[in-house]
């Protein structure tokens, strides 16, 4: 029994005395065993002790982008931050493009700048609407000839022709007064009206096979577009309220029109159109 006691005893301080130096091994290496690491984070979280883990987030994210590859305009890689690495190309190539005089720095305009400017746009647009407006345009021309149609539609950029016939055709008042209508708010576009009687030679070259009225948009007086009864109509009949809007949107498509006079209806016939289709098939 006493052999044993004295045995006993002798491996209880040997077990101490591992212990012991096991603990002063890891204080003397700073190794701290995971459960004190957590309990250590936990009590800085209580105290609101974020300042040091915020530091350390930020400076591994800065040590992660100084570890990325950045390919330089010479070909190389290097490891370097790509929020940095690249931000002298574009200095550099701005440098030598000023350099051989390939670009200036805009210089912004001050408001009164902004105002001359707008005001003498103006202007010029003002004087150009009065040169159409002396040319005839900005109403529907009544032509008497096939002479009077060469005369009158060859000098000008764009023009509008409504060919009719009022013996046979009911919508010649309607259609006749949309244009009229147009020609006011675009006088960008020579507008004028010819009877089917009155085209001479001209009904015959003309294609008429779909019947009248049909639209001609020309061109320095070359026939570039033919509207037909059928696209006149197809989506709006000439009496309907919809009608106006509806070939002022097929005109400005095709070429007929362009930039007029600023009207907040005088074009808006997209929305007419699909207001057109809904109600057709409603129907």
């Given at each position: 029994a006493s052999g044993l006691t004295s045995t006993t005893g002798a491996s209880i301080c040997s077990f101490c005395h591992t212990v012991v130096w096991q603990?002063?091994?890891?204080?003397s290496t700073g190794q701290v065993h995971p459960d004190d690491k957590h309990d250590d984070l936990l009590d800085k979280l209580r105290h609101d002790d974020f300042k040091g883990l915020v530091k350390s987030a930020n400076d591994a994210h800065g040590q992660q982008l100084e570890q990325q590859l950045c390919l330089g305009g010479d070909g190389s890689v290097t490891r370097a931050d790509p929020y940095t690495a690249y931000a002298h190309i574009s200095g550099q190539r701005h440098d030598a493009a000023a350099a051989r005089g390939g670009i200036?720095?805009?210089?912004?305009?001050?408001?009164?700048d902004e105002l001359r400017r707008l005001r003498e746009q103006r202007l010029s647009q003002m004087k150009q609407e009065q040169s159409w407006r002396q040319q005839g345009h900005g109403r529907l021309r009544e032509l008497v000839s096939e002479r009077d149609f060469v005369q009158v539609v060859r000098p000008h950029e764009r023009a509008v022709v409504l060919l009719t016939d009022s013996v046979t055709d009911r919508t010649v008042e309607d259609v006749t007064e949309a244009l009229q209508e147009l020609a006011k708010k675009h006088v960008e576009a020579q507008f004028c009206h010819l009877?089917?009687?009155?085209?001479?030679i001209m009904s015959i070259m003309l294609n008429l096979d779909e019947g009248l009225p049909v639209v001609f948009v020309l061109k320095h007086g070359e026939v570039k577009v033919s509207l037909t009864p059928r696209r006149l109509f197809e989506f709006a009949s000439a009496s309907s309220p919809l009608f106006s809007r509806?070939?002022?949107?097929?005109?400005?498509?095709?070429?007929g029109i362009g930039s007029g006079i600023e009207d907040a209806n005088s074009d808006s016939g997209c929305d007419s159109e699909e207001e057109e289709k809904r109600r057709m098939r409603r129907k």
């Open positions: 603990c002063a091994r890891a204080m200036t720095e805009p210089q912004p305009l001050s408001e009164d009877e089917l009687r009155n085209a001479g509806h070939l002022a949107s097929l005109l400005r498509r095709v070429g």
